[in-house]
Every structure is written in C-alpha cells, then in structure tokens.
C-alpha cells in the first residue's frame, strides 16, 4: 500500500484515507491556493500499525521520501543547524475528533537548530519561544506529561520578571524557560528531550497514531456512532511563523456570517501570535478589516482565496490562515458549522446565486435544525437571569410558569389562567391532565425516553427531566435546590433545548416559523421583528415546499381529538394515522366503562355500551368532518382495561375501612364490587397481558361497538354531503386468526349500519404490526388486513425485550456508555433487529397483497434517521405527533433526493 500522499496527489473526495484535514489541504494545494507543502499519512497506515504495534516498515521509507521531497521544494533540511526546516504533525481523521492528540508545531528544533532559526529570522526571541513552544506541546502530548508543569514554570517566570505577558519576556527569559522545561521533560518522562528531528518526528506520528484508542477518544465515538476501525491520519505540513513581528500574524474567517448567512467578511486576526493564540483569547483579536489596514495586499488575497473556496466548495467555508512577513498562508479549511436559522437562510442564498439547486439546498438543512427553529426561545440578551439548576433537555421550548407540583392544581390552575409549570419527581399517566394544563413539564428523574419526556415530546411541550439537584418535596408543595427552597406559585422558567431551570422571569421570543405553519407566510412575513426573521421564513417555505413536491413518502398525524386533527392539517398532514380511542373513555365516562366491566349479565353490559355508543360516535363525527376526505385511521381500544378501574391497593384499603367501620350503602357496595373485578383482572404484566385485540376477542361487544360508532359516524357525514375516509385498525395482532374474528365482526356491522343507514360504507381493516409474530407471518396477516401500520414502539419493546417505562434513564445511561446501544431504540428505530421484521413484513405483506397500504405510527414516524429508513424499506407513508409533522415532511424529501 502506499502510505504517504504529498499534498499535491490528494483531493477532497479521499476524506477516508486522507481524513478531513488532509483531504482539504490536498485541494486547496490542487486550486493552487498557498499552502505550505506537506504530506499526509494515510489512515491506512494508522490501521497497520493498531494491527501490529509499530510503524510498518515501508512507512518510514515513504515518510524518509517525502520529508526529502519537502526539504528539495522548500531548500531547507530538517534539523539543519544553520537554517532548518521545521514543520508541524497534526492529526486529522475523517469526522473531527476531541479527545485525540491535536498538533504539535515546531518539531525540527533542537539546541543546535535553534541558533539557526535565530540566525536566518534574525530574530532570536522568535527561536527561543518557538523551542520552548517545542518542548512544552511535545512533553504534553507526546510525553504525556501534565501540561500545568509547562505553564506553571512559565507562570513562576514571569512573576520572577515582574511582567503579566508572554510577549514581555525577553530572549535571554526563554532560553532560560527552554531549560526549565528540558529539565520537567527529564524528571517526568525519564529521558532528554530527544534532540534529533526525525525522533521527534516518528515519536509525534506514533503519538497520534496511539490517541486514536485512548479512553475519551472511544467514548467519543460511541457517542457519535463513529466506527472503531477508521483510524486517523496524520499530516505533516512544513512550518510557517506568524510570530514572525507586526508583519506577520495569524487568523480564522468564515466567508460567510455563521449565525446569519450574511455574505460579507468575518473572521479575527491577531496579529505576531503562533497557532492556537487566536482562539485562546490570549490577546484581544483584530477584525479582518483591521487587517485590511495592516496589510491590503494579503488582504485581498485572502479575500481572493475565499471566494475560491467558496465558489468551489458551493458553501460556506471556515478557514485558518497565517501571514508570515507580508505573505499569505492557507493552513485549513472545511465546510463550516453553522446555526439552524443560518443553514436555511445559506441554503437559499446559494440557490439564488445560482451555485445550487433546491435539491441540493434541501440536502443542506436537517429536521434537526427545523424543529430547533419551531420553539420558542428566551431572550439570551435578557439580563439577571438566575440559573436553578440543569437537567436533561427534553422536549424544547422556553417555558414561564408558576411552579405546581400535582396534576390536580395545574388543571385548577391553568382553569384561572395562569401559567403553571408541573414539577414531580417523575410522572406516571395519572399527570397527563396536568401536563396538558401546563406549559412546560420538570422532573427530578428519568431520562429522554422516560414517560414526563415521551408525552411532552408528542404533545409538543416543552419539557426538562432528570434534573436530580432537585428535590421535589409533594407533600410541603416546594422543592429544594440545595439551601433555596422554590415554594408552589414561584415563578420559574425552563429551557428544553439546553435543561437550563431559571429562578423568575425570563423574558422569551416566539418563534416566527412556527407564525408561518399557522397562519401562512404572508401573515408571517407581515408580523416579522426584522429582515432577517422574513429571509428565515422565506427559506423555511421554500425549502419545505421544495420538500413536499420531491418526497413520496406521506405524512400523517398521530391526532385523536378534533383540536390535534385541526392543528396537524393545519401543519401539513395528510391524514390521520393513528386516532387512538382510549382517551374516550376517561373522564366522566369512566364510569360507564366501570359499568361495563363489573356487568352482572348482557342485559347490563349491553346498557353500558349502549350509553357509550352515541359518545364515541359523537367524538368519530366530529373527527371525520375535520379530516374531510383525508384517511382517518382509528385504532379500536388498545390498554388493559384494568387501566380504567381503580388501583387494587388503594380500593383495597378502602373496602376493608368500610367493612371495619361496618359502613353500608350504595357506594359501599359498588366499591366491594369493583374491587371483585380489579383483582379479578389484576396482571402480573399487562404489557403483555389481556389488551389489544385480546381484549376484544374476550370481551364481548367492546369492538362492535367502537366499530359501529365509526360507522355510523360515517353514515352520519354521508347524509351531510360530507366525505368521511374512516379506516379501521385492530391492535397487537399476532396471528391472522385473530383478525378475522374482529374481520367477520366488523363486516357484520357495518353491512347492518349500510342497510339501516342507506348509505354505501367503505371503511378498510387493517392490522397494528406490533409482535414480532406478526411480522414474521406478515403474508398471512395481509389476507385479512387491507393495511399495515407498524407499531413500532411496542415492536421494539417485544423485540427488545425491553419495557420502554423500566429501561430508560440509569439503565440505558449506562448502556449507551458501555457501547451497547448508541442511540434509545425507542428514539431511532434499530435497522437491524427492529428494522429488519419491517422489512420482513413489507415484503411479505405486498407479495400477498400488491395494493396493500403501509405506515408507521410509532414515535420513530417523526424521528429523522428513522424517516430516511422507512423512505428505504418503501412505506407509504410516516405517521408522528403534529409537532414533528414539519420535521417530517422536510425529512421525506430529503430522503427522496
Ligand atoms: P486543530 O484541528 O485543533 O485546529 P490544527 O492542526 O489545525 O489543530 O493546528 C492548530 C493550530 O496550529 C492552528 O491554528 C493551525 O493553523 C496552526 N498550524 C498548524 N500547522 C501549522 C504550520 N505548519 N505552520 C503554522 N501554523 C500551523
Ligand atoms: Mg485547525
Ligand atoms: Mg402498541
């Protein structure tokens, strides 16, 4: 293999065997850019020598060739006493990694080599502070040694001089550091400062080599899911001096604004510093247009270069530069980081100067950045802001409320008007009341998949969780934050996007985009604050509109009230994927439902469903109309229903203190009977227990009558002129047998509804695929469903083995720290296990059944990397929270381009 690529072979493309760095200075080397020649070690030889623990042998040949090559073009040698080639190794893989060795400059220097750069600099304070520089990074990175030894000696220096700068100390003052620091060297690491510049230079090569595998590099990579095996390379670039006197100087630009996209010039210069000064803050830096008037002739090279980079890379661009003794050095470049609202507004831009397409602009922006964009944010400008405390950002937004800590007083609360901000410990279903009453939720426990994370998600509020510095005190209505204690009613404010909790106030800024998803760009571009809100705008809708005419993938919403249906059309969806119905029956008819389960015989239990049917049909009706002619899909009941009843402890208690007190009467008596049917139905694991379509098979005359209420829902519309597009799906099937049972019911009613009603009914059943069951027999199950629509978040807790309200939080914490998983299966959807039944089922389920219509409903519908999945396996359409509808568009089209 060949190892070493001068600057002058490589290109950008060779980003795996060249990494980043390397890759961009080859182009910029090809554009005929000034860049210092140089080489770069191949990320293959990094592989070598991880396989076999030293440099391969042909490396040290290959390095000995270009070193000369390098010392040939530039007329000078490595460690040449009278006037020495110096360079700089820097490490470079292919994603930019902290926690791995960085650069070490000057290498080359040594004592007699160090007279010969004071001699042709002419400049002897300039030798002595690079040498030492030398030895200080050297020891550091390469020796390992504890870097505040360096600075500490350097600290004691200059208090020993009476100066507070490193410029303020002299030639004769460093030279002297120099031998302070070969004496820490020595007691340190047991050896010289190695003197001889190829040791040097194999020692640094090996060092970057060996960072690749220290302990903070690997847990960055499992983080970032970036694969153990790349390797880095390692680039070798001959030294330039920007601490060469006022002539010379070194910079950072951008050749565009990061935060606005603006096009102009950005970027900060400090003028006789070396490397890293400029980003240390050592000295306070200059603009480029200081330079301007410093230096006009490298100015306007610099500005040259830019534009070339930029023209060439067609985006934005960041770079280093130094400029020794008036001449301009290129040192790096790569496509720059830049904020959400930049990445739209830079996208357009470059569409409109022609440089890209609206494809290629809609590849530039992520859903990741929309969905940034929606939240509110507070005001960072806001001054006193007192921070409580941080914990894990949630679900985002900037929330202002009063602290309450039950459900009850955040529904009685919010009922008043007032903002309020639930704070629990943890929550459980028995908050969602007042979770929907609050504006932000906060929790001490759990993580990002946990229950207070999950439904705030969905429902788009903003919440914080894990804040564990909290103590939620329920019962004396405060929580403590060490000594401060923050009663009920205080005002506090949470941060979703960065788990910052604020004492007070804190004044926030809504969001402009999500103006336009409601009320349209006019009205958005009418009510902006600036120019620069009605350009974001104006490239969100763009780029969006871009999205929805490229994409093939549909999108749904998860909506089961008129106002979420309302909302999530309103934002774009296409239909309803998932209208769940146990929502309706809670509240007041809960008790009908008790009704329903402690029936004696059919002649009650028929009375029972017969005062739910005209509710649920009433709540069908008013769904349908909203979604006029849109596919409205309504999952028959899905939870335990022993969810619906009290909890057995505590009824528990309560019967046997009735009995004790000898307490009679009618409301004595339904407890004792209730409590018969709780422990009756009690489960050991309900998650896998009686629910579903178990539970309409069980329990007769529950699936008819949701089913018959969705009928005559539709009949209903019909009459009306209206056009209801209702669709019927069956819960956590895992085998055909059980679709048609519900199938053979289903047909029965609504042929009787029809009649009845006179009207044509055409209302599809489909299936929930949920259990892996279910998907392995998926040709089977298509023979009696005309749809799937996968499930996917009980699909990962059955594939998985995992319970989604058990796992997450320590357990995955610790999970994703070991390596096992990198990312919640329940947030991205895991291709090769739970990724592969979908596959399984969309195969199967199409080759018995062409025409059949497949989507997903879980929380993996809204979520990114899972969207660009389920656009690969061919699904028709994703189905998520009206919140991540957007989200979800801009992502199906950017899997469709
Ligand atoms: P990082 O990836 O941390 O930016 P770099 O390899 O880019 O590390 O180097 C750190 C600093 O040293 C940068 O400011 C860079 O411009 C400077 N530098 C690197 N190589 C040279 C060189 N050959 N001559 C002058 N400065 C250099
Ligand atoms: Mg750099
Ligand atoms: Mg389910």
């Known amino acids: 293999a060949k190892y070493v690529y001068d600057f002058s072979e490589g290109n950008k493309d060779l980003k795996d065997l060249l990494g980043g760095k390397g890759a961009n200075l080859a182009e910029m080397t090809r554009l005929g850019l000034p860049v210092p020649p140089g080489f770069t070690i191949t990320t293959e030889a990094c592989r070598a020598f991880m396989a076999d623990g030293q440099l391969p042998p042909e490396l040290r040949v290959e390095v000995t060739m270009a070193v000369r090559r390098l010392e040939d073009a530039i007329g000078r040698n490595l460690g040449d006493p009278y006037d020495p080639l110096l360079v700089s190794v820097r490490s470079g893989a292919k994603f930019s990694m902290p926690g791995m060795m960085e650069t070490v400059l000057n290498i080359g220097l040594n004592d007699a080599s160090v007279q010969g750069l004071a001699k042709f600099s002419d400049d002897e304070r300039f030798a002595w502070d690079s040498y030492r520089r030398l030895i200080q990074m050297f020891g550091k990175t390469v020796l390992d040694i504890d870097g505040a030894l360096f600075s500490g000696a350097l600290d004691d220096l200059k208090v020993a001089r009476g100066v507070s700068g490193d410029t303020d100390l002299t030639a004769a003052d460093l030279q002297e550091l120099t031998g302070t620091f070969k004496d820490i060297v020595r007691e340190q690491s047991g050896r010289e400062f ?36 790349l390797g880095t390379a390692v680039n070798v670039v001959s030294m330039v001096f920007g601490n060469l006197g006022t002539t010379s100087g070194t910079g950072v630009c951008f050749t565009r604004d990061p935060s606005t996209g603006h096009s ?86 470059l569409v409109d100067e022609h440089l890209i397409t609206m494809d290629e602009a809609l590849d530039r922006v992520t859903g990741a950045q929309l969905s940034k964009l929606m939240f509110p944010q507070f005001d960072a400008a806001a001054d006193g802001r007192t921070l409580l405390a941080t914990g894990m950002a949630a679900s985002p937004g900037a929330a202002v409320g009063m602290a309450v800590f039950d459900s009850a007083t955040a529904q009685a609360w919010a009922a008043e008007g007032k903002d309020v901000i639930l704070v629990r410990r943890e929550t459980n279903p028995d908050d969602l009341g007042g979770m929907i009453a609050a504006v932000g939720v906060l929790t001490s426990r759990g993580g990002k998949t946990s229950h207070a994370a999950v439904v705030a998600r969905g429902m788009g509020t903003t919440c914080v969780v894990g804040a564990e510095k909290l103590d939620v005190d329920v019962v004396a209505r405060v929580m403590r934050v060490g000594k401060r204690v923050v009663k009920e009613g205080e005002v506090i404010a949470i941060d979703g996007s960065s788990g910052e909790i604020f004492l007070g106030e804190v004044p926030v800024v809504p969001s402009p985009v999500v103006q336009y998803l409601e009320d349209g760009l006019d009205v958005a571009l009418d009510q902006a604050a600036d120019d620069e809100t009605r350009e974001l705008v104006k490239a969100v809708d763009r780029i969006l509109s871009h999205a929805d005419t490229v994409r093939r993938l549909r999108v749904h919403a998860n909506a089961d009230t008129p106002g979420d249906a309302h909302r999530a059309r309103l934002w774009g969806a296409q239909g309803i994927g998932l209208c769940r ?97 709780v422990k009756r139905m009690h489960e050991a694991n309900p998650m896998l227990g009686l629910r579903g379509v178990r539970l309409g098979i069980v329990v007769p005359g529950l699936f008819a009558l949701q089913i018959r209420a969705v009928a005559e829902a539709a009949a209903a519309l019909l009459h009306e002129g209206a056009r209801p597009h209702a669709e019927i799906m069956v819960p956590l099937a895992a085998s055909v047998m059980e679709l048609h049972l519900v199938r053979d019911e289903a047909e029965a009613i609504l042929a009787a509804v029809a009649a009845e009603q006179g009207v044509a009914l055409r209302i599809p ?121 957007p989200v979800a568009r801009l992502e199906a089209g950017r899997a469709a381009v």
């Not at 070396?274 to 306070?284: F, K, M, S, W």
């Open 194 to 229: 190695p003197q001889h510049p190829r040791e040097q230079l194999d020692l640094a090569i090996t060092a970057v080599f060996n960072s690749w595998n220290t302990d903070r590099a690997r847990l960055y990579r499992r983080r970032e899911r970036i694969p153990h095996d």
């Open 264 to 349: 102009g010039v950005y970027g900060d210069y400090l003028p006789n510093a070396q490397g890293e000064d400029v980003v240390a803050g050592i000295r306070n830096t200059l603009t480029l247009a200081d330079l301007e008037q410093l230096d006009p002739t490298s100015y306007a090279e610099l500005r040259q270069a830019m534009r070339r980079l930029e023209t060439h890379y067609r985006d934005l661009c960041d770079i280093e530069f130094t400029i020794e003794r008036g001449k301009l050095w290129m040192l790096q470049t790569r496509v720059g980081k830049r904020t959400a609202g930049a990445a739209f507004r830079i996208a357009t831009q």
């Open 765 to 885: 059943i489909g299936a929930m695929i949920e259990l892996p069951r279910a998907a392995l027999t998926a040709d089977r199950m298509a023979q009696a469903a005309e749809f799937f629509s996968f499930g996917t978040n009980d699909l990962t807790q059955t594939t998985w083995g995992f319970s989604r309200d058990d796992v997450e939080g320590a357990f995955f914490a610790e999970y994703t720290e070991r390596g096992v998983i990198s990312v919640s299966p329940f947030e991205t959807i895991d291709r090769r296990g739970v990724g592969r039944l979908v596959r399984i089922a969309v195969e199967e389920g199409r080759s018995e059944r062409p025409d059949i219509v497949l989507g997903v409903c879980g929380e993996h519908g809204g979520d990114p990397e899972s969207i660009h999945f389920f656009h690969e396996v061919g699904l028709d359409y994703v189905s998520c929270s009206p919140f991540r509808i």
């Open 581 to 677: 119905t146990e929502h309706m029956f809670l509240g007041d008819r809960r008790v009908l439902i008790e009704r329903l389960i402690v029936a004696q015989d059919d002649a009650e239990r028929q009375a029972a469903l017969d005062a739910l049917l005209p509710l649920q049909r009433a709540d069908f009706i008013e769904i349908l109309r909203e979604m006029d002619g849109r596919p409205t899909t309504i999952r028959l009941i899905d939870p335990p229903l022993h969810e619906f009843l009290p909890d057995l402890t505590e009824l528990s208690v309560k019967v046997a203190l009735d009995a004790e007190r000898g307490a009679s009467g009618p409301d004595v008596e339904r407890d004792r009977v209730l409590l018969v049917a």
